[in-house]
T-cell receptor
């Protein structure tokens, strides 16, 4: 595809619900990243995949957060038992395998937990 | 601790004026990125700076990197209204993930 796509673009969840956010990276991009951006802040790293391998999940804020990329392309970020503090924009980015490559960001999913 | 700091956080400038945004980072890196974000939108890549002394220019924006000082600058020349946005610098500290600055919200006033 032309760029990184994410769905849904907006999600409203009741506290305690589970949500799943999808990311389609740029075709052929090996690396995939998830970031969380709170209102008025810079994005913060959540997790990183190289192909299907999750190489870094140090930014996931709790064990309620889980990410997967089973076939090395599409990725899903799942949040279980959502809390109000999970409200944020979740950004996905992808890059090629070259070390110096730019990360290209998707439009984000805006999650509001009521 | 890996930190990236930007200043100013907010910048209001008149059209036609010049200004500079500063980005300091806490430890060695030779990979620094500048992004632009419009309200409610995602991040658009502006510049990639990969070595000491690197300078990149696109239109009215110019970015530079001094790895010894751990400093990057984004210079705006003769600002125009459509440059109004939030600008982020981001550093790769060697672990593939990006650490972002707090952002500089730029408003260009006619």
């Amino acid at each position: 595809g032309a760029g990184v796509s994410q769905s849904p673009r907006y999600k409203v969840a009741k506290r305690g619900q589970d949500v799943a956010l999808r990311c389609d990276p740029i075709s052929g991009h090996v690396s995939l990243f998830w970031y969380q951006q709170a209102l008025g802040q810079g994005p913060e790293f959540l997790t990183y995949f190289q192909n299907e391998a999750q190489l870094d999940k140090s930014g996931l804020p709790s064990d309620r957060f889980f990410a997967e990329r089973p076939e090395g392309s599409v990725s899903t970020l799942k949040i279980q038992r959502t809390q109000q503090e999970d409200s944020a924009v979740y950004l996905c980015a992808s890059s090629s395998s070259r070390r110096q490559e730019t990360q290209y960001f998707g439009p984000g999913t805006r999650l509001l937990v009521l | 601790e890996l930190k990236v700091e930007q200043n100013p956080l907010f910048l209001s400038m008149q059209e036609g004026k010049n200004y500079t945004i500063y980005c300091n980072y806490s430890t060695t890196s030779d990979r620094l990125y500048w992004y632009r974000q419009d309200p409610g939108k995602s991040l658009e890549s502006l510049f990639v700076l990969l070595s000491n002394g690197a300078v990149k220019q696109e239109g009215r924006l110019m970015a530079s990197l001094d790895t010894k000082a751990r400093l990057s600058t984004l210079h705006i020349t003769a600002a125009v209204h459509d440059l109004s946005a939030t600008y982020f610098c981001a550093v790769n500290f060697g672990n593939e993930k990006l650490t972002f600055g707090t952002g500089t919200r730029l408003t260009i006033i006619p």
